[in-house]
């Protein structure tokens, strides 16, 4: 079976703390993304990465930032949280390219920022 | 920045009734992706369409791309509560750089 795994289901934190969201994938793919998912607002691309030490920008990469250092993790940091980035955070890998095939998803990550 | 636009938001229907999704954009993508997320879990893929006019189906579920690739619906057959989720479009861009999501449409199918 596939799988794309996210570090944390459920997370809560404060303002202005420092967060990371990691994420790994089993199946060798080069291409991995994180989006945000807010109700009525389907998914947003944040950032997504085709290879290696590689990442490009998505829709809403403002007050985010990742890594990738190991082909199979893509973690997701904000540097200072913010109440506006309450939101479930999802993984996805693909092995096509960019945009093309199926992505597989991981489970989520629920954030809240109080 | 493509917009996919999907409607309704919210379907609630009881089981064996038909319903249809609908997704509308002003742009034109190469391909046409539609998921289904089920509570707790990330999106799965059901379909992929390519080509203007063609239509896929699975099973109770038939998928078809407009002819001038900028929308796509989905309509279920005799619904059932196993098909209760929430319903994503995903379109390709001509540069086939990304995908963009529409807003998504929450079934619920009661038995």
């Known amino acids: 079976d596939v799988k794309v795994t996210q570090s944390s289901r459920y997370l809560v934190k404060r303002t202005g703390e420092k967060v990371f969201l990691e994420c790994v994938q089993d199946?060798?793919?080069?291409?991995m993304f994180w989006y945000r998912q807010d109700p009525g607002l389907g998914l947003r691309l944040i950032y997504f990465?085709?290879?290696?030490?590689?990442?490009e920008k998505g829709d809403i990469p403002e007050g985010y930032s990742v890594s990738r250092e190991k082909k199979e993790r893509f973690s997701l940091i904000l540097e200072s949280a913010s109440t506006n980035q309450t939101s479930m955070y999802l993984c996805?890998?693909?092995?096509?390219?960019?945009?093309?095939?199926?992505?597989?998803f991981g489970e989520g990550s629920r954030l809240t920022v109080l | 920045t493509q917009l996919l636009e999907q409607s309704p938001q919210f379907l609630s229907i009881q089981e064996g009734e038909n319903l249809t999704v609908y997704c509308n954009s002003s742009?034109?993508?190469?391909?046409l992706q539609w998921y289904r997320q089920e509570p707790g879990e990330g999106p799965v893929l059901l379909v992929t369409?390519?080509?203007?006019?063609e239509v896929k189906k699975l099973k109770r579920l038939t998928f078809q791309f407009g002819d001038a690739r900028k929308d796509s619906s989905l309509h279920i057959t005799a619904a059932q509560p196993g098909d209760t989720g929430l319903y994503l479009c995903?379109?390709?861009?001509?540069?086939?750089?990304?995908?963009?999501f529409g807003g998504g449409t929450r079934v619920l199918v009661k038995p």
């Open positions: 995903a379109g390709e861009g001509a540069a086939g750089n990304k995908l963009t």
């Open positions: 996805a890998s693909s092995g096509y390219g960019i945009g093309a095939g199926e992505l597989f």
């Open positions: 369409v390519v080509t203007g006019g």
């Open positions: 990465s085709y290879d290696v030490k590689m990442k």
């Open positions: 199946m060798d793919h080069e291409n």
């Open positions: 742009s034109v993508f190469s391909s």
